[in-house]
Each structure stands twice: as C-alpha cells, then as structure tokens.
C-alpha cells in the first residue's frame, strides 16, 4: 500500500512523469493502430449487412465510439480538474489540456460522421435531435475551454481558471441533456429515434467495442505526446530538462 | 439578518450608486435589447402567426445578448482600481460581497429587461395571458443569467479579448434557461400545464443561487492570484 501510494507521488512530478510517458507513447500507438485495423477489419468486412439500413449503416463503427470518447474524456478532463484544484498538483492541469482537442476532434468527428450518416438514413443533413444538439453543446464546450485556456498567459492561472470551467461544464452538460430532450419531445412529438436496434449482431457489437478501444489508446497516446510538449514547454529552464530531455 | 447580511446590502448599494452615476450604460443595455428584438421582425417578415410563435424565443435571445453586455463591466472596473482585491483581502465574506455584485447586476441590467419585455411582447401581437407568461418567466430566468454570467465574468477577468471569450463560454450554459424561459409560453399556447417548465426555472435559480456566488469567488481567486 505504502509502496503504490510513494509511486503515485513520484509520478505525479513532471520530472519523473516525463520519461515514463515517454516510454509508453509507442506501446499505446501501437495498440491503436492494430486495434483500428481489426476494428475496421471486423466492422467492413465481417459484419453482416443491416436488414434496414443496407451498407450504410456502418459508419456506426467511427461514430459510436467517437461519440463515446468525446463524452468520457471531458469526464476525464473534469477528474483531472478536481484533483489540480485540490491537491495543487502541477501536472493535472497539463494532462486536462493536453485531453482537451482530442476530445474536441472526437466530438467534430462524431457531429460529423453522424451527419453523413443522417443524410441518407432520415433525409437530413441535421435534425433538431436532443442527442445531436447536446453533441453540437458538448463541441462548444471544449472550444470554450481551449479558448480560455488559449487567452491567458500565465500557466498556472490557465490550469486553474480551466479546471473551474470543466467543472462547472461537467456538471452542466447533463442539466443541458435532459432540458434539450424535453424541449424536443415537447416540439416534436416522436422524434427520429437513434436507438440500434435490439438485437445487434455479436460482430456488430464486436466491431465497435474494439474501434472504441483504438480510440482509447489513440487518446492516451496523444495526451501522453502533447503533455510532454506541455512539460517541455513549461519546465525549459529547469535543470532536469537540460540534463536528460534535451538529449 | 441585519449583522450577516450587512456586506451584501452594501455592495448592492455600492453597485447601484455607480450604474445611479453611469445612467447611460445601463440605458444602453436596454436599447440593445430593445433593438435586437425589433430587428428580428424587420429579418423575418411582419407574418403576425410567425412573430406570436417566435416571440417568446425572440425576447428571450435579446435578453441573453443584454446580460452579456454588462456582465464585461461587472468586475473589470474594480478589478483595475484595486477595489476587488481590497474586498477579497477584506474580513467581510467574499462570496457575500460578490453575491451582493451579482444581485446589483441584475437590478441594473436584467431588471429592466423584464419591465420592458411586456411592451415588445404586444408588438409581436401577443395574447395577454402568454404576455403575463412570458414576463413571469424573464423575472425567474434573468436572474440565473447574471449569475451564471458571474462566473464567466470572473474567469475571463483581465484576458486578452475577454468579451467574445465570455460570449464563448457562458451562451452554451445558458441554454437550460433559454429552453424552460421560452418553453414556458409555448406550452402554455399548446395548452400543456406551465408548472414543469416554471418548476425547473426555479429549481435553476437556487441552485445558480447556492452556487454561483462561491465559484465565482473561487474563479475571481484565481484571477487574482
């Protein structure tokens, strides 16, 4: 116990994290990559053809787990906020922006595979749908926190005034949820329902699960990448960084 | 109730007095609103069915963009003067005094919105009972915009380009408000019970009241750390 908790403190130095992320970026790249060919394996060529939805229906297999990622890595931006805004720790407000454009890329990605995907399925490039409005929300809010982050020159005020923002954000975005459901069923009646259908093939689910996961390691690789530009960027005239990582 | 909450009538007053001493921000506040709202017919066309219908939507937007307006000067003058600093470094509780910012806010730029709102509505032909509605709803709702607009004021303090940044951040956050404010009249239209819609709008505002205020407070730390 005493043992995890020491390792757990060390890491949390940007000094010590440096190298470790280091050494984890290629293993996660690699997973991403192999993960996405069998995902996309899985997804274009073994599953079956949709009985409704023909061939088209398979851009399901980008849209789900981006939609899934942009939601759960603001969720991981908002833990990573609360534990910079209580414990002062350096390092959570770099790791909450480096998530920050992944998670913004994987919303865009989301509205607009999503729409591609609309445009044949419903007719529409867009419908008023509360899922897709809390999307095109959740998209606002990463820009505004990249905004924010962006405008303040001092990094520590822009860690802490971004963690605020998160938080407040997080909590937001299921108030957001529910107000833009009722206020669509109010107008709308039934509304187009995205819900899969409830038998989903096993490959289906398969194909999915691991295009969730290539994303998943894609998104950790790239947040390991872009905190280290972070700590580099921050940490230049400290003496680690012109010992070890200016190599 | 006279000792605790002492710091906060004063800062109403302090804040009141200034806007007393700047009529004209806060008049052009109002005729921004007034303005806003008057254009969208001029864009849309004089169909009274379609201006009774986006109505309440259209006042409700105008009153969001009016709130914006004074939320960049709600903090930035005192924070160049030092007076913010003094007040954080003051024995009175922060977040009472800033509550008492917020709460002055909304007496200058969001009540009159509401007083004024009655008198677009009948430009848009509306219906008297929609027209108690929808001024019923602004009174609940304008409120939750100064407050939610607080936090964005003090996390944007003293930032490059702060007024379209602020926009940036706090229009997505007020879409609850916007949806159950303009949703109250149009149920009521449709002959659906306004109860949900006013409930919600309550619910909203003690929670931004609870709140609001410490984060606020919490964020204007930051800036002025």
Redesign the interface.
């Known amino acids: 116990m005493s043992t995890s908790l020491i390792n757990w403190f060390k890491f949390a130095s940007p000094a010590s994290f440096y190298p470790m992320a280091g050494r984890l970026v290629p293993w996660f790249s690699a997973a991403a990559l192999l993960l996405a060919a069998a995902g996309l394996w899985v997804g274009l060529a073994i599953a079956p053809t949709d009985a409704q939805q023909g061939e088209g229906y398979r851009i399901i297999f980008v849209h789900v787990p981006a939609s899934w990622m942009s939601m759960f890595i603001y969720c991981v931006m908002a833990f990573w906020s609360a534990l910079g805004l209580s414990f002062n720790t350096r390092l959570s407000g770099m790791m909450t922006s480096a998530l920050a454009p992944t998670g913004a890329l994987f919303a865009f990605l989301s509205l607009w595979t999503g729409s591609l995907w609309g445009k044949p399925m419903w007719g529409a490039w867009w419908v008023w749908d509360a899922r897709l409005t809390s999307q095109l929300?959740l998209f606002?809010?990463y820009?505004?926190f990249i905004?924010?982050q962006a405008?303040?020159?001092d990094p520590?005020?822009a860690d802490?005034?971004g963690a605020?923002?998160a938080l407040?954000?997080v909590v937001?975005v299921p108030?957001?949820y529910f107000?833009?459901q009722?206020?669509n069923t109010?107008h709308q009646g039934a509304s187009v329902s995205m819900t899969k259908a409830p038998s989903m093939a096993h490959t289906m689910l398969a194909g999915m699960l691991l295009m969730a996961l290539a994303f998943w390691a894609y998104t950790i690789a790239m947040a390991l990448i872009r905190v280290r530009c972070i700590i580099l960027e921050r940490e230049l005239t400290s003496e680690w960084v012109k010992k070890n990582a200016m190599e | 109730m006279n000792g605790a909450f002492a710091p906060f009538r004063q800062a109403v007053r302090r804040d009141l007095l200034l806007a007393a001493r700047h009529k004209t921000e806060v008049i052009t506040a109002l005729f921004f609103f007034v303005i806003v709202v008057n254009l969208l017919p001029l864009g849309i066309g004089p169909d009274q069915d379609l201006l009774r219908k986006i109505a309440p939507g259209a006042l409700w937007i105008g009153a969001l963009l009016a709130t914006l307006l004074g939320l960049q000067r709600l903090f930035a003058p005192d924070h160049q003067d030092g007076t913010l600093e003094q007040m954080a470094l003051s024995p009175q509780p922060f977040t009472l005094l800033i509550a008492g910012k917020i709460m002055a806010h909304w007496l200058v730029s969001g009540l009159p919105v509401v007083m004024v709102a009655p008198l677009l509505g009948v430009q848009f032909d509306l219906p008297g009972r929609s027209l108690a509605i929808l001024t019923l709803s602004l009174l609940l709702g304008t409120p939750i915009l100064s407050l939610i607009g607080a936090v964005g004021a003090a996390l944007t303090l003293g930032v490059r380009g702060s007024g379209v940044l602020l926009s940036l951040l706090i229009l997505p956050l007020y879409i609850p408000a916007l949806i159950f404010g303009a949703g109250a009249v149009e149920a009521d239209l449709a002959g659906l019970g306004i109860e949900g819609h006013f409930s919600l709008l309550g619910a909203l505002l003690l929670a931004c009241i609870v709140f609001a205020p410490w984060v606020t407070t919490v964020a204007l730390r930051v800036a002025l750390e």
């Open positions: 929300i606002f809010l820009l505004g905004a924010l405008a303040i020159d520590r005020r802490k005034a605020i923002l407040v954000g937001n108030i957001i107000s833009v009722w206020w109010l």
